[in-house]
């Protein structure tokens, strides 16, 4: 019995491997908005008389949004959507009273300001019969109770999407065909490799560790930085430099990155139900260029705060100053519309940058880091001491909170003090810690460490 499960199971993440392979085959992903799928989500949305109609293609961890008709939607979380439900059935589902069905009640794909009362989806196939996505209907009023003729409109459209997938593909096999520059090959011993962080998700093997931040004043802990860690089952705890530039050269930290966010939303949900107390905290997650170019990210920021029911303000998500270089203009939209949503942005490293002053004009930041090899040269002499004061001056000015990253010892700490840095976190204070461990410091009175020793070996 337990072998057949493990079978299945081993059969399905290669299933599910095999998938991903064609879907990222297409080139779909996050590619804007085209007037052949445009029209294939307008004809659906009139043909049936549905509110919304969206065509949404899916990789490991979310529901991307091609088209539309109706209610807007840039993306979605994958787990527990109406998506699985399809995958599952491989084929369609209608749900026409979604108040009368149970297993709609647990789905997570819910869209902001429509009250789904009626529901149908038809999956989108790649020719080899693998479902890449779907095609969505959505009404406020339970109908789309479809005969069979009428599934086999939607069918149909979801059909012309595939269509259009195909073409795509087609282009991008003879594009591959076409001379390039060949990238410097890897290693044949380097590890890990693409398969391994394949793995790793599946097998659920990633964790998150959490740095506590400090009020320096009262050494109340005020947030919390979740940072990510492999631990793998024969090589034991990984560190993220080890394997994130590879999850950025092969495109998996879009959904390692997805599970990260999502899973220190969830974690807060956790604290909050064991204590309505720490509603107050912030945790705070570090993404990565890839990440934060795609433009869907609010929403799915936004769908992630319905799903786990945590509140805007308890979320912060932080980001490099060269994470915004690559395309400013899109830096610029993505950030106003996760600032519309009321969560913290922070610009990680500053100072590092090649134009940090430029970049805090142009982008609404609300939280600087001092980067560590700032705060860990203060006490050689008068300039990099000079640099933090400027730091902070800048801050205030700009009415922009102040974190001082790697603090290490007390005489940095003091000198913080000093020149009125008012939060930090680093080695002194705590390491990164497991929830198990972290947990009980929430606990405190107050959530206030006790004195350096004492917090240092509890690290």
């Not at 000093?418 to 009980?440: D, K, N, S």
């Amino acid at each position: 019995m337990i072998q057949t499960e493990r079978d299945t199971a081993r059969s399905n993440r290669r299933a599910e491997r095999d998938r991903l392979a064609e879907l990222l085959s297409t080139g779909i992903l996050d590619t804007p908005s085209e007037p052949e799928y445009d029209a294939i989500t307008r004809l659906a949305a009139e043909y049936f008389r549905a509110d919304t109609a969206l065509l949404g293609f899916v990789d490991a961890s979310r529901v991307w949004i091609k088209s539309y008709w109706g209610e807007a939607v840039g993306e979605l979380p994958r787990d527990h959507s109406i998506f699985e439900m399809i995958l599952e059935n491989d084929g369609p589902v209608v749900v026409p009273d979604t108040s009368l069905h149970a297993q709609f009640k647990r789905c997570r794909l819910t869209l902001r300001r429509l009250a789904v009362r009626s529901f149908a989806g038809v999956p989108v196939r790649a020719e080899n019969g693998a479902i890449l996505g779907a095609l969505f209907l959505f009404g406020q009023q339970p109908r789309l109770n479809m005969v069979v003729d009428q599934l086999r409109v939607l069918e149909s459209l979801a059909g012309l999407a595939a269509s259009q997938l195909e073409l795509r593909r087609l282009r991008n096999e003879f594009q591959a065909h076409l001379p390039r520059p060949v990238p410097p090959a890897r290693r044949g011993d380097a590890w890990p490799d693409p398969l391994d962080l394949h793995q790793a998700l599946d097998r659920r093997e990633f964790v998150l560790y959490y740095q506590p931040e400090i009020d320096l004043l009262t050494h109340r802990i005020v947030g919390l930085e979740a940072l990510i860690r492999w631990r793998h089952p024969q090589r034991g705890l990984i560190p993220p430099g080890e394997f994130i530039s590879l999850a950025e050269e092969t495109g998996l930290i879009l959904p390692i990155g997805d599970w990260g966010i999502a899973e220190a939303c969830a974690q807060m949900q956790r604290w909050c139900a064991e204590d309505p107390s720490q509603r107050s905290l912030r945790v705070c997650v570090n993404l990565s260029a890839r990440q934060f170019a795609r433009e869907g990210l609010a929403d799915h920021v936004e769908a992630l705060l319905l799903q786990t029911g945590i509140s805007s303000r308890q979320l912060g998500l932080e980001m490099t100053e060269s994470s915004l270089i690559p395309n400013p203009s899109t830096a610029v939209e993505v950030l106003g519309n996760l600032r519309k949503l009321g969560i913290s942005l922070l610009m990680d490293d500053f100072g590092t940058g090649y134009s940090s002053l430029n970049h805090l004009h142009t982008f609404p930041f609300d939280v600087l880091k001092i980067d560590r090899s700032f705060v860990g040269r203060m006490t050689e002499g008068e300039q990099p001491l000079q640099i933090v004061r400027t730091i902070l001056d800048l801050a205030r000015v700009l009415g922009m909170s102040v974190v001082a990253e790697g603090i290490e010892t007390e005489e940095q700490y003091h000198l913080l003090r000093q020149l009125g840095c008012r939060y930090g976190q680093g080695f002194l204070f705590a390491r990164p810690m497991t929830v198990e461990a972290i947990t009980p410091l929430l606990h405190l009175p107050g959530r206030v460490l006790p004195a350096f020793e004492p917090a240092r070996a509890a690290s």
